[in-house]
Structures are given as structure tokens and as C-alpha cells.
């Protein structure tokens, strides 16, 4: 087949054709909550970019536990998210400004830190058992003695 004669000088290597639009990046199936472990720049991708809006909307589903690790040295922090602040909302503060407001966690270098779910209930369990599992884990941990902890 031959090319038209007006076709033959013009550029094909799609330089010259317009960007209509750009696809969205595939969604990352979740691996759940008992396999979840994040550095803090895969936390800040999972907060923010759209492929996980999956996970953003399991985290915001749960209250519960979770384990904070400084990899530096494997000091623990172990946290909770309970009444009206999702696991989501705690770990979205911590994606912002590294520490989530917590006096023991300013001065971590972000970059050293490992986010992950402990244990997850429905928003709807009493405060007071999740009370109860922060500090079972706490001594579990004994992250009140050797890790991040003030109380």
C-alpha cells in the first residue's frame, strides 16, 4: 500500500498527535491488615495518591492498634486510633509531619519509620477496650520501658 503524497513529509513518531487525556495509574490491591507494613514513603504514597483509594477507604473503616518501629535501632511506639480518629486520620497526621504530634516521635527521622496495624475493631467497640489492647501491647512490647513512650 502506498503512503498518500501529502502524508509522506509529516512526522508519525506521535510528536504531533494531541494528549487527549491521561489514564489513572492501576489501583495496588490491598494486602489486608494483618500483612500491611509501611516505610513512611510508601505511607505518604498510600494518603495520597489515587491507585490507593482502596486502602484509604479500609483504613478510615477501622479504629484499632498500631505499631510504629524505628528501624534505626527497633524502638517501638505503639499507638491508637479510637472514638471519632480512624486508624486513617492517625496515620494521614503521621504522612504529613512525620511524629502525628507525638512529643517521643519529633525528633525521628521519618525515613527510619514502620507503620503497621496491630489489631483493627469496628469504630463502634468501646473505648475502653481498645484501652485495653494499647496496653497489652505496650507490655508486650515493653515499648514503655525500651521504646518511644512517655505513659
Known sequence: MAIPAHLEDERHDGASYPVVGIADAEPIPSS???????????????????????WRTALASVVGIYLITDTRDGRHYVG???????????????????????VELRHLD???????????????????DIDIAESHFKDALDSRRHGLHRN
Not at 491488615?33 to 491507585?51: G, K, P, S, T, Y
Not at 491508637?80 to 504530634?101: F, L, M, P, V
Not at 514502620?114 to 473505648?127: C, G, H, N, Y
Open 32 to 54: 489486608g491488615f494483618d500483612r500491611l507494613v509501611l516505610n513512611h514513603i510508601q505511607l505518604q504514597a498510600v494518603m495520597r495518591e489515587h491507585r490507593y483509594a482502596s
Open 80 to 102: 491508637k486510633a479510637d472514638g471519632e480518629e480512624s486508624i486513617w486520620q492517625r496515620w494521614n497526621a503521621y504522612a504529613t509531619n512525620g511524629h502525628g504530634g507525638n
Open 110 to 128: 521519618p525515613s527510619s519509620c514502620r507503620f503497621s496495624p496491630l489489631r483493627v475493631f469496628d469504630p463502634s467497640t468501646p473505648t475502653r
